[in-house]
C-alpha cells in the first residue's frame, strides 16, 4: 500500500514537472542542464520511475520558474509539506507590503491606480480609480470588483471603451501570457471563459493566440459624452517574493497618453466625485 501510493506521487509530481517544462518549450535536455543533474534522471522523475526529493522538486520548480502557488502544488504532488506561506492581506507580517503599495497608489494621483490579485480582483485602489470609475458608472453597481469582467460587462465599463475590440484582445493576450508557467489554471480559465460568453463579445476572441504580436501599449480610449481620457497602463510586482499572496499580487498604475487626458484627469479630480457601488472599490 505504502509504494502504491509512492507510485501515485511520483507519477503525479513528473506529470506536473512535464507539463511546466513543456508549457517553456524546454527539451529534458535543455532543464537537465540548467538544474545541474542527468537528462536520464530528470526522464525517470517525469515518468514517475524515479521518487524526487523535496530539494530536487524545489530545484527543478526554480529553473522552471514556477509561480510559489505552484511550487506548493508540486511539494504536496511529491508527498511533501508546503513551504510557501499564503497570507491575508491584513496579515501583519504584510504590513510593509501593505505599505508599499499604499505608497504607490498615492504617488499614482490623480491618475487611477489598482491592486489586483491573480484572478484579477481589485484588493486595493487609490482615490483616482474610485473617482474615475465612479464617474463613468454613475454610482451604478456593477458586479464584484473585477477588473477583468468590468472591462468585458456591458453593464459596467465597456460601452465606455472607444477602442473596446482593441483593448479586449489585449486583455485575452495577456490573461494567456501572465497564465501560470504559461499553463492557465482552472479559476483562470472559468473566468475567462465566462467574460467570452458576456453578449457581444466577438468570436474570433476565443481564438486569440497568447504567442501573437503586440504594439508596445495598448492604449485604452475611454469616452463618455463629451468627454475622453486616454490611458495606457504599466504593471508592477513585487520583487523576491516569498509568500503566495505578494507574488500574485498586480500593481496596474494608469498614465494619460496625451496632455488633454492630463488635464482632464485633474479636472475630475477637482469635482465632486460619485463612488461606484462596487464593494471593495
Known amino acids: 500500500m505504502v509504494e502504491a501510493r509512492g507510485s501515485r506521487h511520483r507519477a503525479a509530481v513528473g506529470s506536473l514537472l512535464q507539463g511546466f517544462r513543456k508549457a517553456r518549450h524546454l527539451s529534458q535536455l535543455a532543464l537537465a542542464t540548467e538544474a545541474e543533474i542527468s537528462a ?4 525517470f522523475i517525469e515518468t514517475g520511475r524515479a521518487n524526487p526529493s523535496r530539494d530536487m522538486v524545489l530545484r527543478l520548480a526554480g529553473v522552471l520558474d514556477v509561480p510559489l502557488r505552484e511550487r506548493n502544488a508540486l511539494l504536496l504532488a511529491a508527498g511533501f509539506a508546503p513551504v510557501y506561506l499564503e497570507s491575508t492581506m491584513d496579515a501583519p507580517q504584510l504590513a510593509a507590503v501593505r505599505g508599499a503599495l499604499e505608497a504607490i497608489l498615492r504617488q499614482q494621483e490623480p491618475f487611477p491606480a489598482v491592486v489586483m490579485n491573480r484572478r484579477w480582483d481589485v484588493v486595493s485602489r487609490n482615490a483616482a480609480a474610485l473617482r474615475f470609475f465612479g464617474f463613468l458608472l454613475d454610482g451604478r453597481p456593477v458586479t464584484a470588483p473585477n477588473i477583468l469582467r468590468m472591462m468585458f460587462d456591458p453593464g459596467a465599463l465597456r460601452p465606455y471603451v472607444a477602442n473596446w475590440n482593441a483593448v479586449a484582445e489585449a486583455l485575452v493576450c495577456r490573461v494567456h501570457r501572465e497564465a501560470v508557467g504559461g499553463v492557465a489554471d482552472e479559476s483562470t480559465r472559468q ?5 467570452l460568453s458576456y453578449p457581444g463579445v466577438p468570436r474570433s476572441l476565443h481564438n486569440t ?37 505578494v507574488q500574485e499580487l498586480r500593481i496596474e498604475c494608469f498614465f494619460p497618453a496625451d496632455d488633454a487626458t492630463r488635464v482632464a484627469a485633474r479636472a475630475l479630480a477637482a469635482e465632486p466625485s460619485i463612488a461606484p457601488a462596487v464593494p471593495g472599490l
Request: aromatic share 10%; charged share 15%; glycine share 4%.
Open 40 to 43: 536520464r534522471h530528470l526522464c
Open 191 to 195: 473566468l475567462l471563459a465566462e467574460v
Open 209 to 245: 493566440s497568447p504567442g501573437r504580436p503586440v504594439f508596445p501599449v495598448v492604449p485604452v480610449h475611454f469616452r463618455k459624452a463629451d468627454r475622453a481620457f486616454n490611458f495606457f497602463s504599466t504593471v508592477t510586482t513585487l520583487g523576491t517574493p516569498q509568500d503566495v499572496t
